[in-house]
């Protein structure tokens, strides 16, 4: 499994635009990128998923560049709501099922 | 939206005592975990399950550990003889066919004692 890295902590405001950057400098050809976010006290929840370019959804956007070994999250006006931990996730997932490896994430707090 | 669901939320235990964690997958999922987050520390994986048999499992997944699913909504998660290390916060997730998609449960609160 490809080591992630990525800032432990970030801190916005309401409104504006978070980018959280993970580092996969080992990536492989098969692995997809995957992030997932959690809320204190609650399980992780998928937030997207993408293998290269751009992956959007009503959550956030993916941006992975060509040699896809980094990729950025991309929460737009983020609210207080938003506050998590968000992880990323490398892994190849046409191995069929698999664990999934949770680093220590990025700390996400939104103020007012 | 279909959710997995853990019950007890919270269960308070003995050392040396047995603890069943108990959940329900999402009823069309073939795929099912146990993972522990041990306060402030990552959410660590115990095991996988698929076809009624454990997949793979983790150094922490000791002879202490079992899993079960007795029938065909449960899924369960046994601790023969709790330790005081194993107070954590135990998730059950499970996935279909899109593999790095699981669906995690709200989890149960395990205080050993």
């Known amino acids: 499994l490809a080591k992630t890295t990525q800032p432990i902590s970030m801190d916005s405001y309401e409104g504006q635009e978070v980018n959280i950057t993970c580092s996969h400098n080992?990536?492989?050809?098969?692995?997809?990128i995957t992030w997932y976010q959690q809320f204190p006290s609650q399980g992780p929840r998928f937030i997207i998923q993408?293998?290269?370019t751009k992956v959007k959804n009503e959550v956030a956007s993916l941006f992975i560049p060509a040699d896809r070994k980094s990729s950025t999250l991309s929460l737009p006006r983020v609210s207080l709501s938003d506050t998590a931990v968000y992880y990323c996730?490398?892994?190849?997932?046409?191995?069929?099922?698999?664990?999934?490896?949770f680093g220590t994430g990025t700390r996400l707090l939104v103020s007012p | 939206e279909p959710e997995v669901t853990q019950t007890p939320s919270h269960q308070v235990t003995q050392m040396g005592q047995e603890v069943i964690l108990r959940c329900v997958p999402i009823?069309?999922?073939?795929?099912f975990y146990w993972y522990r987050q041990i306060l402030g520390q990552k959410v660590e994986f115990l095991v996988s399950?698929?076809?009624?048999?454990?997949?793979?499992k983790s150094e922490i997944f000791d002879d202490q550990f079992s899993v079960e699913r007795p029938d065909g909504s449960n899924f369960t998660l046994k601790i023969r003889s709790t330790k005081l290390e194993d107070s954590a916060m135990y998730f059950c997730?499970?996935?279909?066919?899109?593999?790095?998609?699981?669906?995690f449960g709200p989890g149960t609160r395990l205080t050993v004692l």
């Open positions: 993408g293998y290269k």
């Open positions: 009823s069309n999922h073939l795929y």
């Open positions: 080992n990536i492989a050809t098969n692995d997809y």
């Open positions: 399950f698929y076809n009624n048999e454990i997949s793979e």
């Open positions: 996730l490398v892994g190849d997932m046409n191995t069929g099922f698999q664990k999934l490896v």
């Open positions: 997730a499970s996935s279909g066919e899109v593999y790095n998609e699981q669906f």
